[in-house]
């Protein structure tokens, strides 16, 4: 890897974001009901994967006690699932459902129709490539982030 790499994720990530960047709006005028920040949170969840609740404040940077309040409220809309783990069933494995999936997209940082026309832009193959290094970027963040919870 290089500086150049470092240096071309620096200048185009940037640009996609500006490009597709929403205005924020307050969670009372949503009409999910979800603040930019409620956003994020569920964007740092998935569907498969589970994460505790824990392991997400850390990642997140805030304490458990803060966090514990938003995820109350966003089960309390159906937005995530609080599973017991096996063995442990103190511990809560955290699940964004169907229906916050649908929230998240629709509140998401980055407005769907701004995406769709600069998706519009590339050729079918284009698309491809594009998502599939999104995706490629996406899990080595995860793994970054996992292995930085750990240490």
């Known amino acids: 890897m290089s500086d150049r790499a470092v240096r071309a994720v620096q200048r185009w990530y940037p640009q996609i974001y500006f490009a597709c960047h929403t205005r924020h709006q307050r969670a009372a005028s949503s009409e999910t009901g979800l603040s930019a920040h409620d956003s994020a949170i569920l964007a740092h969840l998935d569907e498969e ?10 990642h997140l940077g805030i304490g458990a006690p803060t966090l514990s309040a938003t995820l109350t409220r966003l089960a309390a809309l159906g937005y995530i699932s609080r599973t017991p783990r096996a063995g442990d069933r103190r511990v809560a494995e955290l699940r964004l459902t169907k229906t916050g999936s649908r929230a ?43 292995r930085q919870m750990r240490a």
């Not at 994967?49 to 850390?58: F, Q």
């Not at 509140?107 to 193959?125: G, I, K, W």
């Open 49 to 58: 994967r589970p994460i505790t609740a824990s392991a997400l404040a850390r």
């Open 104 to 146: 998240m997209a629709s509140s998401s940082v980055l407005e769907a129709a701004r995406v769709a026309r600069v998706l519009r832009e590339l050729t079918a193959d284009e698309q491809r490539l594009a998502l599939e290094g999104l995706e490629l970027l996406a899990r080595a963040s995860r793994e970054v982030t996992r």
